[in-house]
Structures are given as structure tokens and as C-alpha cells.
């Protein structure tokens, strides 16, 4: 039904997890159900922070939400 | 003479006795260890060699007893012959099928083709849609010593029915053999009773309810999908503790919180959680029209939490076809010219069927919407690009979706034969729902399948669309993104 959108930024092409689940890839544009998540992204663990908390909602095709990884080891 | 009437009632007794005591429904088996990886699941299965994730299908079948199994039948033939060149290959339509989410009488058709492929077309027609499979399964409920059976609390009428099913349709074939086939993931549809909601034979409901489901037969599945109340009985199940190492599905995790329970997640989290209750120590399922007639609620979850939402935030699905066969009947209203109001039995009848036609038209609805919802998302992107092109050219882009999907929604149903020369659709629409039709009711069945396929506007715009992408030409105007959902 009603969808929400979430873009996962990283330097590189990288596969992202929700909630454990691989999901797309980072710097492309999400379609999910709202409501919380936990957002990482895949191997090699050379990011930060670890996981991100989400809670998924109000967001437009146009304006969805960010979560930003960077580049750098735990 | 008396003495041996006595023996031959003691013999009796004790044999009723002995039937009656050894006589128990096929329990699902327990499972130890879980793995996410094995089982009955989309995931799971092997796409084969004619199949492409860009092209992606899902077959909806209504119920509607044999009527729903030829109509169903008949599409099939139709995508069989239906010839696409994708990826530079020619192959069949009926290769690219996905999925197929099917109830009660278009449950037959769907495991049919999931386990025995194209044996579907050379005898599907004589071992069920030609049969009269009523009159075995009241012969068989007749039999003295089903009778001697029938007396235990943990056998009945549907036990009868599926070992009919097991022996004379489905050649005693469990799920394994349903996923060593690959694909299509077969969805056999059923109702909880004790929940009020819709269970489906797959591997994920089947780990919640810590049970193996690859041992389990097909032909119960199709027994509990297609068990018309009344007339038939529940199918039961043991829901055991989960297996070590369980893990909900990615999508659980939050989704119960109670601030969201007006949400399709929470919904689908409810049903989850059911077996995951282990207070709830058994499941008694009924015929799958009970909770959805269509077979598109299993689809419209695929499409907003599991394996083909995963496959669109991938962008590995450019086309998604979703063809709803609706064996629905609907005899005009006679109701409203009568002036005398209507009796108990026919207002019995209205309660049963009116819900479900109405849930079903506004399940075919909500996957229109759905998909709509993405094209509407696509197209609003495209004209913030187009307008920032023209007004701050080299400003920075939205970021886009990983592929762009085209999708369709094709529903097939009677009231559309009116519209094919030499077609009546009265005569579709006024047909009964049970398990014996005769040989012409079953050849018209069949062969209006494929005439209502091929003058549904969403499919010949499909056609279209794929014919020109095969030769390397223009989408066609009249088929823009979007026309394969509303004109």
C-alpha cells in the first residue's frame, strides 16, 4: 500500500540491508513499507556507523529520506 | 443362527472400533533445525533456463470449483502459445510465469502445472476438469469402511477428499517436488479459522509454525484451499515450537509496534504471529475463498514486503505482469424485482457471497493502485528532471529509482465475453460452483480463456510493448508507461 522512500548515501556502489535483508543499492532510490528500521550496508565492513535506526515516514518520490555511511573502518 | 448374528455384530463393533481408533489426519512434520536458505520459498526455487527477472509475471486463480480450474486452464494454454522474444531469445510466456497465487478451484490448475509442467496440457482435462469428481468423493464418504473411519474425531470428510486428490490427481507428490521443479512459486491459498485470516502453504508460514513443509502433500494443501464450508471439513496442523536458530522474516522486526496497526505491516505482522503464539497449538484452515477469492492478497504482500519488492529495489524487474483470472459468477438481480422480501436461504447465501465479491473487487483495486502508486512516483521524477533540464540546467538531479518499472494488471472475468463475437456472457456468468461440469461446459470454458486474454487492452498493450522492444523500435504511443493499469 502506501510507500515511503529512503536513499542510502555512500562514496561507492554499495549493496544495502534492511533489517538484515539486502535491499537495493546505496545512492539509488528505495521503496518501502513506513515504519522503523535498522539500516546497514554490505561487506567489506569498511563503514560507519555501524547501523543506522530509522523510523521510515513522511516522505515523498521527491523528497525522500537520507541516511548517510561513510567511508572508515569501526 | 443367533450366536453368529452376536459374532458378526462383536466383529463389527470391534472392527468400527479399530477403523475408528487408527484413524487420524496426516500430521505436518516437526522441524528441527531452520534455514533460511531451503525450503519452499521464492528464494529458494531455481529460475530456470527460459526465465528472466526483468520480465516478471504473477498468475492470480480465483476459486469457483472446476469452472475456476478450466478457466485458469484454458489462460494457461493461451500463454503457452503465446511466443515473446525477450533478451534477444524467443521463448514461451508461460516460461516467464513467476508466480502463481491461486484458491480453491484454481488451486488444482496451479499445483497441477507447478509439479507436472507441461503434462498439464496432455491430461489435465481428463484426470480433474473432465471428472466428476463429486460423485468419487461421495462414493468414497459411502464406502462402509470410510464410514467405520469417518467415526473418529480426527478423521473426516477432508481427509476423504485429499486422499482422492493425492491418489487419482496429484500422484502423492509433497512440496519437495513442487521446488524441485523451480519456478513458478506455487501459492496454495487456505483460511485460518481459529484466526479469521488468510495462511498460505509456504515455507515462511511453515517456519513459523516450526514445521517442515517439503514433506507435506500438495493434494491436502489443495484439500484445505478448496474446502467449501459445510460441505466439506477443515484441514488441521500441529504448530509446533520454532526450530533452533529461527528468524522472522526482514519486515517483522518493529512492525508490531501499536502506533502502526493501521498499517498493511502491522496487518501482515498479526498474521505472522499467530503461529508464532504457540498457545495456538493446532490450525484448522478452510477453503481459501473464505479470506480472499482472488489469490491476490499473496501477490499484493510479494509486492509490498517480499520477493518482488526485493527484486524492484534491486532493479532487476523492468516488467511486471499480473494476470487475474476471476472465474466469478453473477447471476443477474432478481432480488430487486420482487416486491416479496427475500427468504432465509437466499439471505443465507447473500452473507457468504456478497463480502467476498465485494473484498475481491477491492483486492483487484488495491493492486492497481499499488502498482499505479510507482508509475505516478516515475513519472513525477521524470518531470522534475524535464523541468529542471529547462530551467537550472547542470543543477543536481533527485536521486533515481535503481530501474524504472512497467507494469500491468490484467484481469480476465465473464462479464468481458459479451464483447467477443459468438460469445455470450450470460451463459459464463450463470454457470455453477462444483466440482462436476460437463464436457461442453468445460470445452467453452476453456477455449473463452484465451479470446478474453487476447481482447483484454492491458494484454494486447503488453504484446505491443514487448513486440517492439524485440525488434528494436519505439515504445508505441498508445502504450505509454502506465496503460497497462488504466487506459
Same mark, same amino acid.
Given at each position: 500500500m502506501a510507500k515511503e522512500y529512503l536513499v542510502v548515501l555512500f562514496p561507492r556502489a554499495r549493496r544495502v540491508k534492511i533489517n538484515g535483508q539486502f535491499m537495493g543499492m546505496t545512492n539509488r532510490k528505495l521503496e518501502l513499507? /513506513? /515504519?522503523?528500521?535498522?539500516?546497514?550496508? /554490505?561487506?567489506?565492513f569498511n563503514f560507519t556507523p555501524e547501523t543506522v535506526e530509522i523510523d521510515l515516514r513522511n516522505t515523498s518520490s521527491l523528497t525522500p529520506m537520507t541516511v548517510e555511511f561513510m567511508e572508515g573502518s569501526k | 443362527m443367533k450366536r453368529y448374528v452376536i459374532a458378526a455384530a462383536v466383529v463389527a463393533v470391534v472392527l468400527a472400533v479399530a477403523f475408528a481408533g487408527c484413524s487420524h489426519y496426516t500430521v505436518n512434520e516437526r522441524n528441527p533445525d531452520f534455514d533460511a536458505e531451503s525450503g519452499y520459498r521464492f528464494d529458494a526455487l531455481d529460475a530456470g533456463p527460459d526465465n528472466s527477472d526483468s520480465l516478471f509475471i504473477c498468475l492470480m486463480f480465483s476459486g469457483g470449483g472446476t469452472r475456476a480450474a478450466a478457466l485458469s486452464y484454458g489462460i494457461m494454454e493461451a500463454l503457452r502459445d503465446t511466443v515473446i522474444r525477450v533478451d534477444g531469445r524467443e521463448r514461451r510466456l508461460l516460461d516467464e510465469v513467476d508466480c502463481i497465487s491461486s484458491v480453491s478451484?484454481? @488451486?488444482?490448475?496451479?499445483?497441477?502445472?507447478?509439479?507436472?509442467?507441461?503434462?498439464?496440457?496432455?491430461?489435465?482435462? +481428463?484426470q480433474f476438469l473432465e471428472r466428476d469428481i463429486q460423485g468419487r468423493l461421495a462414493r468414497r464418504l459411502f464406502n462402509p469402511v470410510n464410514l467405520f473411519r469417518l !467415526?473418529?474425531?480426527?478423521? @473426516?470428510? &477432508?481427509?476423504? !477428499?485429499? +486422499?482422492?486428490?493425492?491418489?487419482? &490427481?496429484?500422484?502423492? !507428490?509433497?512440496?519437495?517436488d513442487l521446488e524441485s521443479g523451480g519456478r513458478p512459486f506455487v501459492i496454495l491459498n487456505a483460511t485460518n479459522l481459529g484466526a479469521d485470516r488468510r495462511f498460505e502453504f509456504t515455507q515462511e508460514y511453515f517456519d513459523a509454525m516450526g514445521s517442515r513443509l517439503d514433506s507435506y502433500q500438495v493434494a491436502r494443501a489443495v484439500a484445505a484451499s478448496s474446502a467449501f464450508?459445510?460441505?466439506?471439513?477443515?484441514?488441521?496442523? +500441529?504448530?509446533?515450537?520454532?526450530?533452533?536458530?529461527?528468524? +522472522?522474516?526482514?519486515?517483522?522486526?518493529?512492525?508490531?509496534?501499536?502506533e502502526s496497526w493501521i498499517t498493511q505491516r502491522y496487518n501482515a505482522a498479526k498474521n505472522l504471529s499467530v503461529y508464532l503464539d504457540k498457545e495456538n497449538s493446532h490450525v484448522h484452515l478452510m477453503d481459501g475463498g473464505l479470506s480472499d477469492n482472488i489469490g491476490a492478497r499473496a501477490v499484493l504482500d510479494a509486492f509490498d514486503r517480499g520477493f518482488i519488492r526485493t527484486r524492484i529495489n534491486r532493479g532487476e524487474i523492468k516488467?511486471?505482469?499480473? &494476470?487475474?483470472?476471476?472465474?466469478?459468477?453473477?447471476?443477474?438481480?432478481?432480488? @430487486?424485482? @420482487?416486491?416479496?422480501?427475500?427468504?432465509? &436461504?437466499?439471505? !443465507?447465501a447473500k452473507t457468504a457471497t456478497v463480502a467476498m465479491d465485494n473484498y475481491s473487487y477491492d483486492s483487484v483495486a488495491g493492486l492497481r493502485e499499488a502498482l499505479y502508486e510507482r508509475v505516478q512516483a516515475q513519472k513525477d521524477e521524470q518531470?522534475?528532471?524535464d523541468l529542471l533540464e529547462k530551467q537550472c540546467p547542470g543543477s543536481v538531479t533527485p536521486v533515481p529509482f535503481a530501474a524504472e518499472v512497467d507494469p500491468y494488471v490484467i484481469e480476465i472475468n465473464f462479464e468481458a465475453a459479451g464483447q467477443i463475437p459468438g460469445e455470450d456472457s450470460r451463459y459464463y456468468l450463470d454457470l455453477p460452483t462444483s466440482f462436476k461440469l460437463n464436457e461442453e461446459q468445460v470445452e467453452k470454458l476453456v477455449s473463452v480463456g484465451p479470446k478474453l486474454l487476447k481482447a483484454s487492452p492491458r494484454y494486447r498493450c503488453l504484446f505491443k510493448v514487448l513486440e517492439a522492444e524485440a525488434e528494436g523500435l519505439p515504445r508505441p504511443e498508445e502504450c505509454p508507461v502506465g496503460a497497462g493499469i488504466y487506459p
Open positions: 513499507e /513506513g /515504519g522503523r528500521y535498522e539500516v546497514a550496508l /554490505g561487506q567489506p | 478451484g484454481g @488451486s488444482f490448475t496451479a499445483a497441477y502445472y507447478g509439479l507436472f509442467r507441461d503434462r498439464l496440457f496432455e491430461d489435465f482435462r +481428463e !467415526a473418529s474425531p480426527y478423521f @473426516s470428510r &477432508i481427509d476423504l !477428499a485429499a +486422499e482422492l486428490y493425492d491418489r487419482d &490427481i496429484f500422484d502423492g !507428490a509433497g512440496f519437495d464450508p459445510f460441505l466439506l471439513t477443515p484441514v488441521s496442523l +500441529e504448530n509446533y515450537p520454532v526450530a533452533d536458530g529461527y528468524r +522472522e522474516p526482514w519486515w517483522y522486526k518493529n512492525a508490531l509496534e501499536p516488467r511486471l505482469v499480473l &494476470i487475474v483470472v476471476n472465474a466469478r459468477t453473477g447471476g443477474g438481480d432478481t432480488l @430487486s424485482l @420482487s416486491e416479496k422480501p427475500p427468504g432465509l &436461504i437466499t439471505v !443465507a518531470a522534475c528532471l
